[in-house]
């Protein structure tokens, strides 16, 4: 642990606690949210091929993901960390030009 807190810049066990706990909880509801909005969209895995269902299912899950990461992160008082996170994620995955302002 004492890695981890020194690689996210945190010095308190209670600040690592709730952002571990902002991680599962985002995981968690990007999860539960992505089966009723594919079901909205039409896309069940009654009526579509199961690798184009879970294809679907985990490029939704991946936008929702962001959202509730730094909305929940706010609602527990970690925002900053969040943010920054967030900004460094997508920065590797090519979207540094939105920061860039």
């Given at each position: 642990?004492?890695?981890?807190?020194?690689?996210?810049?945190?010095?308190?066990?209670?600040?690592?606690?709730i952002i571990l706990l902002v991680f599962a909880?985002?995981?968690?509801?990007?999860?539960?949210?992505?089966?009723?909005?594919?079901?909205?969209?039409?896309?069940?895995?009654?009526?579509?091929?199961?690798?184009?269902?879970?294809?679907?299912?985990?490029?939704?899950?991946?936008?929702?993901?962001?959202?509730?990461?730094?909305s929940f992160g706010w609602i527990f008082g970690?925002?900053?960390?969040?943010?920054?996170?967030?900004?460094?994620?997508?920065?590797?995955?090519?979207?540094?030009?939105?920061?860039?302002?």
């Amino acid at each position: 642990m004492k890695k981890l807190k020194a690689r996210w810049g945190i010095d308190d066990n209670w600040q690592l606690f709730i952002i571990l706990l902002v991680f599962a909880i985002t995981g968690s509801s990007s999860a539960k949210i992505a089966g009723p909005l594919c079901e909205f969209l039409g896309i069940t895995s009654e009526t579509t091929h199961w690798s184009i269902y879970w294809t679907l299912r985990i490029l939704l899950i991946f936008p929702i993901y962001q959202v509730l990461l730094v909305s929940f992160g706010w609602i527990f008082g970690q925002f900053q960390f969040f943010w920054a996170f967030e900004k460094k994620m997508l920065s590797r995955l090519g979207f540094a030009k939105m920061f860039n302002s």
